[in-house]
């Protein structure tokens, strides 16, 4: 038979199935090094539960409520991009999707799908889930990196800071700044992010080797932003509003952990520890940031000026309220979701 061209070489099954392993033991390798680095840390303040324990059942009750009002904000957030009333459907497919990404290393795109997953099967229509859930995040996103510009002032303020909070608050500060302009830029403007987007493709066109080089990523940038422009719609402003109570709320339930603990720190070093926790708690080495959130936060703590003991307890009544009872919450999220479904699928009993 007479060969008429080359036919790509396709990568065996086994091949396949030979690089997900070695994937899955690196991960498995990074993770343990990982917590290897920071156990001393986690021993130090998984161990203090026993004085989280003691903390007066009233700050207990406030650092819950101040956690839960910005959970609340987020799932309002989510009912204003999706445009849907329920507050159960997102809710619950938060809830589900927060505990699966905390539970797992490099878990936010899982959490992600899990959400995805959720609201579909819910009837929210899979375009819109697809475009809203990047556009949740975006948000949130943002007004974290915004957070430092808030500290600094009050920062500036205060006699004898610390050269690494300074330094920490100016470097954020400056990075608010530069996605500031990267927002304004993406959401306002076409030539600036079509030029962007096409250095963008030439660069991966010429350094990943790719079947077929990538042609439309600029005419899709665009297309998402306009995407994103029209899911906001004219709720642009409540977005923004409940965004900014969802990292709100949670500094709040940060700032209340301290004061149960006795220690009386300026707010806006505070929240230079908080906004340094949560970014570090978005590197995707282990679950949930763990280690690296609590180590993060018990050194800026202390560089405030709390007290070691004061900011390992405060860092662990956070992480209980934060991490922990959120995963137990997703985990009966997805039992309610579970026994719900089944009463769906099944068929009706006659008399």
Known sequence: MPVSGLQ??????????????????????????????????????????????????????VITGFEAASFVCLWQLMRLVIRINSWRVVARAQLVGNAMGQMVPGGAATGVAVQMRMLTVSGVDRVTAVSALPVVGLL????VFVSPVFALPAMLAIPDVPRELLLAACLGVAGSLLLAGVLVLFLTTTRPLVVSAGAVQSVLNAVVRRRHPITDLP????????????RLGGQRVA????????????????????????ARPDPGLVLLAFVTAKLLGTIPLTPGGLGFVEAGLTGTLTLAGIPSGQAVVA????????????????????????IERSFASSPAVSR
Do not use: C, K
């Not at 070695?22 to 990982?34: E, K, T, Y």
């Not at 005419?219 to 029209?230: G, M, S």
């Open 315 to 338: 860092t662990a009544a956070y992480r209980v309220v934060s991490y922990l009872l959120p995963i137990l919450a997703g985990a009966s999220a997805y039992i309610w979701y579970r």
């Open 219 to 230: 005419e899709r940038v665009v297309e998402e932003r306009n995407l994103i422009r029209r």
């Open 8 to 61: 790509p070489v396709e990568e065996a099954p086994e091949v396949r199935r030979g690089w997900h392993a070695v994937a899955r033991v690196a991960i498995v390798l990074v993770v343990a090094a990982s917590l290897q680095i920071f156990g001393p840390t986690l021993v130090v303040v998984y161990t203090s539960l026993g004085d989280v324990v003691r903390i007066n059942p009233l700050w207990m009750a």
């Open 140 to 143: 949130t996103t943002a007004t």
């Open 239 to 262: 977005a923004v509003l409940v965004a900014v109570g969802n990292v709100a709320f949670d500094y709040l339930a940060l700032l209340a952990a301290l004061a149960a603990v006795g």
